[in-house]
Protein backbone atom coordinates (compact mmCIF):
# COMPACT_ATOMS: atom_id res chain seq x y z
CA UNK A 1 0.00 0.00 0.00
CA UNK A 2 1.15 3.79 -0.37
CA UNK A 3 3.33 5.31 2.78
CA UNK A 4 2.62 8.40 4.72
CA UNK A 5 4.99 9.58 6.41
CA UNK A 6 4.91 11.57 10.15
CA UNK A 7 7.27 13.28 11.92
CA UNK A 8 8.38 13.46 14.95
CA UNK A 9 6.85 10.36 16.14
CA UNK A 10 7.70 11.73 19.75
CA UNK A 11 8.16 15.20 21.56
CA UNK A 12 7.85 17.05 24.78
CA UNK A 13 7.47 20.43 24.83
CA UNK A 14 7.01 22.88 27.61
CA UNK A 15 3.92 24.44 28.18
CA UNK A 16 3.22 27.38 26.39
CA UNK A 17 5.80 26.38 23.00
CA UNK A 18 4.45 25.26 19.93
CA UNK A 19 4.94 22.36 18.33
CA UNK A 20 4.88 21.26 14.74
CA UNK A 21 3.75 17.92 13.28
CA UNK A 22 4.25 16.80 9.55
CA UNK A 23 2.91 14.60 7.49
CA UNK A 24 3.75 13.55 4.29
CA UNK A 25 2.32 11.36 1.22
CA UNK A 26 5.68 9.53 -0.04
CA UNK A 27 4.65 7.73 -3.23
CA UNK A 28 1.23 9.66 -4.20
CA UNK A 29 -0.10 12.80 -4.25
CA UNK A 30 -2.64 13.70 -1.83
CA UNK A 31 -4.84 16.46 -1.95
CA UNK A 32 -6.41 15.99 0.75
CA UNK A 33 -4.92 14.89 4.21
CA UNK A 34 -6.95 14.43 7.85
CA UNK A 35 -5.75 14.86 11.34
CA UNK A 36 -7.03 12.42 14.08
CA UNK A 37 -6.66 12.83 17.88
CA UNK A 38 -6.50 9.60 20.04
CA UNK A 39 -6.60 9.45 23.89
CA UNK A 40 -5.60 6.35 25.48
CA UNK A 41 -7.69 3.20 25.23
CA UNK A 42 -9.76 5.46 22.97
CA UNK A 43 -10.51 5.76 19.12
CA UNK A 44 -10.02 8.13 16.89
CA UNK A 45 -11.31 11.38 16.65
CA UNK A 46 -11.43 13.43 13.62
CA UNK A 47 -10.10 17.07 14.51
CA UNK A 48 -9.71 18.82 10.56
CA UNK A 49 -9.69 17.77 6.97
CA UNK A 50 -6.58 19.19 5.25
CA UNK A 51 -6.97 19.79 1.66
CA UNK A 52 -4.20 21.49 -0.26
CA UNK A 53 -4.13 25.10 -1.26
CA UNK A 54 -7.29 26.07 0.79
CA UNK A 55 -8.23 26.73 4.34
CA UNK A 56 -8.87 23.21 6.35
CA UNK A 57 -11.88 22.11 7.36
CA UNK A 58 -12.10 21.68 11.24
CA UNK A 59 -14.73 19.61 13.27
CA UNK A 60 -17.04 20.77 15.83
CA UNK A 61 -15.25 21.55 18.92
CA UNK A 62 -11.91 21.75 17.45
CA UNK A 63 -10.14 25.31 18.31
CA UNK A 64 -8.64 26.27 15.13
CA UNK A 65 -6.72 29.00 16.74
CA UNK A 66 -4.64 26.05 18.79
CA UNK A 67 -4.08 22.94 16.25
CA UNK A 68 -3.58 25.24 12.77
CA UNK A 69 -3.18 22.90 9.56
CA UNK A 70 -0.84 24.11 6.25
CA UNK A 71 -1.16 22.20 3.49
CA UNK A 72 1.37 23.79 1.09
CA UNK A 73 1.87 20.98 -1.40
CA UNK A 74 0.04 17.64 -2.53
CA UNK A 75 2.71 15.82 -0.46
CA UNK A 76 3.01 17.28 2.75
CA UNK A 77 0.33 18.71 5.08
CA UNK A 78 1.31 19.99 8.90
CA UNK A 79 -0.15 20.83 12.44
CA UNK A 80 0.68 23.34 14.45
CA UNK A 81 -0.24 22.88 18.20
CA UNK A 82 0.05 26.29 19.60
CA UNK A 83 0.34 27.75 22.94
CA UNK A 84 0.40 23.82 23.78
CA UNK A 85 -1.11 22.79 27.37
CA UNK A 86 -0.80 19.38 29.43
CA UNK A 87 -4.09 18.87 28.25
CA UNK A 88 -3.01 18.50 24.72
CA UNK A 89 -0.68 15.71 25.10
CA UNK A 90 -2.48 13.02 23.03
CA UNK A 91 -1.29 10.69 20.38
CA UNK A 92 -1.90 12.89 17.00
CA UNK A 93 -2.14 10.68 13.58
CA UNK A 94 -2.27 11.87 10.14
CA UNK A 95 -4.35 10.39 7.21
CA UNK A 96 -4.06 10.81 3.41
CA UNK A 97 -5.95 9.44 0.18
CA UNK A 98 -6.01 9.84 -3.79
CA UNK A 99 -8.67 9.84 -5.05
CA UNK A 100 -11.25 10.74 -2.48
CA UNK A 101 -13.23 7.82 -0.72
CA UNK A 102 -10.53 5.15 -1.44
CA UNK A 103 -8.34 3.19 0.68
CA UNK A 104 -6.95 5.60 3.58
CA UNK A 105 -3.25 5.42 5.10
CA UNK A 106 -2.02 6.50 8.44
CA UNK A 107 0.99 8.25 9.46
CA UNK A 108 3.24 6.23 12.02
CA UNK A 109 1.60 8.58 15.04
CA UNK A 110 3.00 11.89 17.19
CA UNK A 111 3.13 11.33 20.68
CA UNK A 112 2.93 14.94 22.40
CA UNK A 113 3.68 15.43 25.93
CA UNK A 114 3.30 18.61 27.39
CA UNK A 115 4.75 19.46 29.96
CA UNK B 1 -24.42 11.67 11.95
CA UNK B 2 -22.83 8.56 11.40
CA UNK B 3 -21.88 6.38 14.54
CA UNK B 4 -19.94 3.06 14.43
CA UNK B 5 -19.73 0.54 17.41
CA UNK B 6 -17.49 -2.01 17.52
CA UNK B 7 -18.39 -5.27 19.89
CA UNK B 8 -16.92 -6.82 21.71
CA UNK B 9 -14.47 -4.41 23.17
CA UNK B 10 -11.84 -6.64 24.66
CA UNK B 11 -11.35 -10.36 23.75
CA UNK B 12 -9.22 -12.49 25.32
CA UNK B 13 -8.57 -16.63 23.38
CA UNK B 14 -6.15 -19.32 23.23
CA UNK B 15 -3.95 -19.30 20.34
CA UNK B 16 -5.49 -21.52 17.34
CA UNK B 17 -8.94 -19.86 17.61
CA UNK B 18 -11.31 -18.77 14.60
CA UNK B 19 -12.54 -15.37 15.98
CA UNK B 20 -15.45 -12.70 14.99
CA UNK B 21 -15.38 -9.37 15.68
CA UNK B 22 -18.57 -7.11 14.96
CA UNK B 23 -18.41 -3.88 13.59
CA UNK B 24 -22.43 -1.67 12.64
CA UNK B 25 -22.84 1.65 11.21
CA UNK B 26 -25.75 3.70 11.94
CA UNK B 27 -26.22 5.54 7.93
CA UNK B 28 -25.81 2.94 5.07
CA UNK B 29 -25.06 5.51 2.94
CA UNK B 30 -21.40 4.71 2.99
CA UNK B 31 -18.51 4.48 -0.08
CA UNK B 32 -16.62 1.75 1.77
CA UNK B 33 -15.68 0.25 5.15
CA UNK B 34 -12.26 -0.31 6.30
CA UNK B 35 -11.03 -2.42 8.70
CA UNK B 36 -7.27 -1.36 10.55
CA UNK B 37 -5.09 -3.14 12.98
CA UNK B 38 -3.35 -0.85 15.56
CA UNK B 39 -0.39 -2.21 17.89
CA UNK B 40 0.61 -0.47 20.97
CA UNK B 41 1.53 3.45 20.70
CA UNK B 42 1.93 2.83 16.71
CA UNK B 43 -0.44 4.27 13.87
CA UNK B 44 -2.59 2.08 11.75
CA UNK B 45 -2.37 -1.02 9.24
CA UNK B 46 -4.80 -1.28 6.69
CA UNK B 47 -6.04 -4.77 6.70
CA UNK B 48 -9.03 -4.93 4.66
CA UNK B 49 -11.20 -2.77 2.22
CA UNK B 50 -14.39 -3.40 1.00
CA UNK B 51 -16.03 -0.82 -1.34
CA UNK B 52 -20.15 -0.38 -0.97
CA UNK B 53 -20.78 -2.80 -3.60
CA UNK B 54 -18.34 -5.44 -2.26
CA UNK B 55 -20.19 -7.99 0.31
CA UNK B 56 -16.58 -9.24 1.34
CA UNK B 57 -12.53 -9.57 1.00
CA UNK B 58 -10.14 -11.73 1.96
CA UNK B 59 -6.61 -11.65 2.95
CA UNK B 60 -4.99 -14.43 4.35
CA UNK B 61 -6.50 -15.67 7.36
CA UNK B 62 -8.50 -12.24 7.48
CA UNK B 63 -12.07 -12.88 5.70
CA UNK B 64 -14.57 -9.27 6.46
CA UNK B 65 -17.51 -9.16 5.05
CA UNK B 66 -20.54 -6.15 4.44
CA UNK B 67 -23.54 -6.16 5.01
CA UNK B 68 -24.20 -2.61 3.78
CA UNK B 69 -28.30 -2.51 3.95
CA UNK B 70 -28.31 -3.33 7.77
CA UNK B 71 -25.26 -1.38 8.45
CA UNK B 72 -22.98 -4.46 9.69
CA UNK B 73 -19.69 -5.96 9.11
CA UNK B 74 -17.50 -8.50 10.48
CA UNK B 75 -13.93 -9.60 10.57
CA UNK B 76 -13.57 -12.82 11.14
CA UNK B 77 -9.64 -14.34 11.96
CA UNK B 78 -8.93 -18.03 11.09
CA UNK B 79 -6.21 -19.99 13.64
CA UNK B 80 -5.63 -17.05 15.81
CA UNK B 81 -1.69 -17.01 16.87
CA UNK B 82 0.27 -14.41 19.41
CA UNK B 83 0.88 -12.39 16.81
CA UNK B 84 -2.69 -11.29 16.17
CA UNK B 85 -2.54 -9.76 19.48
CA UNK B 86 -3.62 -5.86 18.96
CA UNK B 87 -6.60 -3.42 18.71
CA UNK B 88 -8.43 -3.39 15.40
CA UNK B 89 -10.73 -0.68 14.35
CA UNK B 90 -13.48 -0.55 11.85
CA UNK B 91 -13.88 2.53 9.84
CA UNK B 92 -16.63 4.01 7.03
CA UNK B 93 -16.23 6.71 4.75
CA UNK B 94 -19.35 8.65 4.07
CA UNK B 95 -19.98 11.88 2.99
CA UNK B 96 -17.56 14.59 2.83
CA UNK B 97 -14.27 11.89 2.33
CA UNK B 98 -14.12 11.23 6.07
CA UNK B 99 -13.64 8.01 8.00
CA UNK B 100 -15.50 7.19 11.04
CA UNK B 101 -13.61 5.25 13.63
CA UNK B 102 -15.51 2.70 15.97
CA UNK B 103 -13.73 2.26 19.60
CA UNK B 104 -11.85 -0.65 18.33
CA UNK B 105 -11.39 -4.26 19.96
CA UNK B 106 -8.76 -5.05 21.97
CA UNK B 107 -7.66 -8.55 20.50
CA UNK B 108 -5.23 -10.80 23.05
CA UNK B 109 -4.13 -14.06 21.69
CA UNK B 110 -2.18 -16.14 24.45
CA UNK B 111 -0.01 -19.12 23.77
Known amino acids: GAVVSQHPSRVICKSGTSVKIECRSL??????MFWYRQFPKQSLMLMAT?????????EQGVEKDKFLINHASLTLSTLTVTSAHPEDSSFYIC???????????FGQGTRLTVV | KQEVTQIPAALSVPEGENLVLNCSFT??????LQWFRQDPGKGLTSLLL?????REQTSGRLNASLDKSSGRSTLYIAASQPGDSATYLC??????????FGAGTRLAVHP
Open chain 2, 50 to 54: IQSSQ
Open chain 1, 27 to 32: DFQATT
Open chain 2, 91 to 100: AVTGGYNKLI
Open chain 1, 95 to 105: SARDPPNTEAF
Open chain 2, 27 to 32: DSAIYN
Open chain 1, 50 to 58: SNEGSKATY
